[in-house]
C-alpha cells in the first residue's frame, strides 16, 4: 500500500536550472496538490488539481509550472531554480467529492531541495 | 484574509504532562479545522477535525474543541507519551473538502522520558 509517493527525497540544483519533482498516488483520488514548508511559516500551496486535465493556482504558484495528464500523477516543475525556492516540498492527495472523507489529506514523505 | 495562528514553539514537557498548544484562526465564513502532526523524517497525518462550532475532535488521546465565539481550535491531551514528539499543524479549510487548506506554522513538541 504505497500511498502517495515522492521522488527524489533530496536534491541539490543551482540557480537557473530546472528540474521536475515527481509525485504518483495509488489510492484512485482526484485530488491532488502541492504545498512547500518553511521554517516558521508552516505550509503553503503552490499548485492544485480537482482531476485529470484540471489545474489550478494556490498561494505561491510563481517559478512552478504543474500539468496532471493522469489521474495517478501530478509533477512539479521548477522552470529556473532560485535560492528563494530552498524548502522541503510535500505532495498530498484526498478522494475529492462530498462527504468527510473529502477533507483528510494523505501526504507524501517530501522532497527537501536546495538552490544554491 | 484567512489565517491561522499557533503558540510559540518549541514546547517540552516530560512524559505524562498535560499538554495545551493553542491555535486561533481568522476566516471570512465557517470553516473545518484540522490538527494535522508530523513525525522526523515524514509526511503530514491527519490527527482529528471538526467541522462546525462545539464540534469535538478526538483521537489518540487528543481532542480538540471548535470554539466560534474566540475563534479557536487549542489542541489538548491528558497524559503525552515520548511517541508524541513530532511538530503539530494546526489547519482551516473553507470550502468543502481539503482543496486549500490554511497551515499555522506549526509547533514542535518534545515528550522526555
Known amino acids: 500500500n504505497a500511498g502517495v509517493t515522492q521522488t527524489p527525497k533530496f536534491q541539490v540544483l543551482k540557480t537557473g536550472q530546472s528540474m521536475t519533482l515527481q509525485c504518483a498516488q495509488d489510492?484512485?483520488?482526484?485530488?491532488m496538490s502541492w504545498y512547500r514548508q518553511d521554517p516558521g511559516m508552516g505550509l503553503r500551496l503552490i499548485h492544485y488539481s480537482v482531476g485529470a486535465g484540471i489545474t489550478d493556482q494556490g498561494e505561491v504558484p510563481n517559478g512552478y509550472n504543474v500539468s496532471r495528464s493522469t489521474t495517478e500523477d501530478f509533477p512539479l516543475r521548477l522552470l529556473s531554480a532560485a535560492p528563494s525556492q530552498t524548502s522541503v516540498y510535500f505532495c498530498?492527495?484526498?478522494?475529492?467529492?462530498?462527504?468527510?472523507?473529502?477533507?483528510?489529506?494523505?501526504f507524501g514523505s517530501g522532497t527537501q531541495l536546495s538552490v544554491l | 484574509g484567512n489565517s491561522v495562528t499557533q503558540m510559540e514553539g518549541p514546547v517540552t514537557l516530560s512524559e505524562e504532562a498535560f499538554l495545551t498548544i493553542n491555535c486561533t484562526y481568522t476566516?471570512?465564513?465557517?470553516?473545518?479545522l484540522f490538527w494535522y502532526v508530523q513525525y522526523p523524517g515524514e509526511g503530514l497525518q491527519l490527527l482529528l477535525k471538526a467541522t462546525k462550532a462545539d464540534d469535538k475532535g478526538s483521537n489518540k488521546g487528543f481532542e480538540a474543541t471548535y470554539r466560534k465565539e474566540t475563534t479557536s481550535f487549542h489542541l489538548e491531551k491528558g497524559s503525552v507519551q515520548v511517541s508524541d514528539s513530532a511538530v503539530y499543524f494546526c489547519a482551516l479549510s473553507l470550502i468543502q473538502g481539503a482543496q486549500k487548506l490554511v497551515f499555522g506554522q506549526g509547533t514542535r513538541l518534545t515528550i522526555n522520558p
Open positions: 489510492m484512485n483520488h482526484e485530488y
Open positions: 498530498a492527495s484526498s478522494y475529492g467529492g462530498q462527504g468527510w472523507a473529502n477533507e483528510k489529506l494523505f
Open positions: 476566516a471570512t465564513g465557517y470553516p473545518s
